[in-house]
């Protein structure tokens, strides 16, 4: 008994002692800061200037020696696991590296260099707070960050940022990645400089996907061709809603599944040079739609991922579609259609949930979602298996055919997807439709030139977030909700200005 | 010459050291500094990072700016009033039923009358919830409360997205279960301190469990009471996992324009990567207004100690 009152008596007073830790979680803000603080640079430190050339080698750039520990590891920022998967499934057959496997098929080991990856919830800025704290003060440190991966949204603040290895210097070639789309080069390229930064293996044109059943119900047919015509501008769009609820499904499932389409049709970026918001008309345009859908009950009032939202991928979850980049097929829907999951014995077939019941069309507009960026870190020390990597996923033909055949991803490599389509590709997903078709004219269109700002994550996020106050009626005017995000996003970032 | 005592005091302070060195490099320092920093001009640009490779880091040096940040948090227009509005009302909406049904439990407890069985695994049921972690319980509320879920079908709409009061409700019931045990036992301690012979004489005076509660009870576990309120009230000034778990730190329902679950710690954590002075004047205030809070109750307690004593003495 006496003993036990020790233990207890014990660990009370562990716990408050850890209690008293996390009482200063408050100040971390400014032990941060003094990380910036003490990463002042010496210009030219590097030691392998190319003279031939008036520019740096990133790759000849080195700070703080780093330790054995992080010379025999791979340390990979993201914040999912989609990059991992595709890496442990692909990578291996267009690799000369020696790979070891644990018995989940992931990749453990690379040339005997052990592979990390951080994982950092991607919302409310989390991953980026984190990555940028990481990569701050990699000079500094003698762990190493040796590759990172970004989204279009926040792009530009690691292509612009000094952070990230120049592709050419990691022996890259314009040859390597001459099948690439353009758009897919524009987003991680240094606007100071020019230097391309980041590269991605999958193109990310959107469709719209719509359940086959309902539209065999409603419109009378599920042919692509018929449904286009019945989207095929907001219009249209909008009338085909209004038939549809009164079947009593909804046309989409949210307030934001429209956002991208408009969004990505912006004609400027959320943020200009000099730091000002701006708020595009097509936004105020999709502000109008949404709200207009939500009071007439196009919509099923969810938001994105949440759980009613995916509910409504189900073959009977009375909505009739969804809009999709190519991950979404893959990653999203395709899981959230099936009856039995994959991970409960469930098999990719017909007959299982809506599996084969899904269609892809072009929509109204034309627009992009999301896609993943590969960044090697500036002095990484693992640099050549950082530049395998990134040559493999993103640059072979091979493995990028077979990732649009495993994954129904749209590969970032042209001569690939043309391989397939003339190959007669058909996906079983998509009861034997070749959407790859529809992928590269959406893609063609895609053009992003002056449309991308570092702070498009965070303007995304708390501008839906405000309006959907709009949208369900708590907050009656646009103004007020405009107001309301205008104080959420100068929260987090104080050194915008606003012009409304 | 021998001396004729050992002197152990000084162990005593021995012993402190490490308390005392933890608590100023964990807690005393960052304080201070956050008083320092509430005075500055200091803000990041979270959509540029430097490495310091090419291009000289620019360091970001924060300004003297006096009252600046403070002046901001007052300027019309701001969040700021409207936060402690809701902190205020989610902490009441947990607190009064908390405080209610824990007197009850713990009178019923400790009531040797009433011969409860299997107190034991009651108090520990009852001490549960507090053992769950506030993140996991907010994110059970948020599926019961969002389409699908339970009270989304009991209620027809979204109570924590559709109805300000009807979310702050949710808050304040996710405060109650999580705190309502700790409380009980708390309280039953308090009572438990009370001397039972008071108890048995005033039920030979034949004076009914009423009379026993608001006359014996009540009156000797005040101290306990209002530390209970003052130790909940400064918990509920830094009222900030549940709702912002429920809200993804947007504080929504957003009504006309005004967010109506933001607490003042939400705002503090918003700015605090970006803005650190405004963060730290908000800390500041907050520590101010626990700082106000707790000395009005310390005082008005003492006075009423006093006053008694004061009656004793004419009566005595």
Redesign the interface.
Known sequence: MANLKKVLAGSLSLCM?AS??T??G?????S??DA??S???K????TGINKSEDR?N?AD?HGADSSDESKNTLTIYCWNTEFKSRLDKYYPQGTSKTLETDADGSITSIDGVAVNWVQIEN???AY??KL?EA??G??DSADKVDMFLMEAD?AL??A????ALSVQDLGITEDDMAEMYQYTKDVATDTATGELKGLSWQATPGLYLYNADYAEQVLGSSDPATVQEAVKDWDAFTDTAAKMKDAGIFMVSGFDDTYRCYSNNMSAPW?DAD?KVTVDPQLKEWVDKTKEYTDAGYN???SLW???WA?GMKIDGKVFGYFFSTWGIPFTLLPNTLDTAVDDGGVEEEGNGGYGHWRATEGPQAYYWGGTWICGA??SDNQDIVADIMRVMTCNKDVAKAITEGEQDYTNNKAAIKELIDGGYTNPFLGGQDHLELLTAAADKIDLSNKL???DQ?CNE?FQ??M??YF??????Y???L??FK??LS?????LTYDF | MKRKSVSYAKWGYIFLIPFFAVYCVFSLYPLIQTFYYSFMDYQLDKGAIGGGWTREVVEVVPEWCGFGNYSEIFKSGSDFFQTIWNTISMWLIGFIPQILVSLILAVWFTDLNLKLKAQGFFKTVIYLPNVIMASAIAFLFYNLCSKGGALYDIFGFDVLAENAWSARSVVGFINFILWYGNTTILLMAAIMGVDPSLYESAQIDGATSTDIFWKITMPLIRPILSFVLITSLIGGLQMYDVPSLLTNDLGNPIVEGKPTLKTIVMIIQTNKDGNIGKASALSVLIFIFTLIIGLAMMLTSEDNDKKKKKKKKVRG
């Open positions: 002692a008293m830790m009482a200063c408050d100040d971390s803000s400014s941060t800061a910036k603080k990463t002042t640079s210009a030219g430190d590097g740096t990133t750039l919302e409310g800025n980026q707070t940028d990569l701050a990699q000079k926040y603040k690691y612009n940022g000094d952070v943020v730091g099923n009032k969810t949440d759980e009613a509910a500036i002095d700002s570092a702070y965070g708390k977030g405000a959907k106050d369900l009626g708590n907050t009656s005017s103004e007020d909700a107001a309301a104080t959420s929260e987090l970032y104080p050194t």
